[in-house]
């Protein structure tokens, strides 16, 4: 799937800590696995969907949700 390749492209060593779960409509469900890692994603979610969205000819990209 080209997102899992995005996703993990764009975030490089902390692939290890933010799992891309699932996908659903307009939203994606990370799995996050320490507390740091958590903090970091919140931080950086808005420019991730940006950046995530510059791969699609349509950015559809509008959440990130951390379980």
Known sequence: MVLDHVWTQLVGNRAK??????VQNDTLYVKV???VAKNELIARRQQLI?????HFSTPWIKRIEIL
């Not at 800590?17 to 699932?22: E, G, I, P, T």
Request: proline content about 0%.
């Open 17 to 22: 800590f933010w799992v891309l779960h699932a």
């Open 33 to 35: 696995k320490i507390a």
């Open 50 to 54: 940006g950046e995530l969205n510059k």
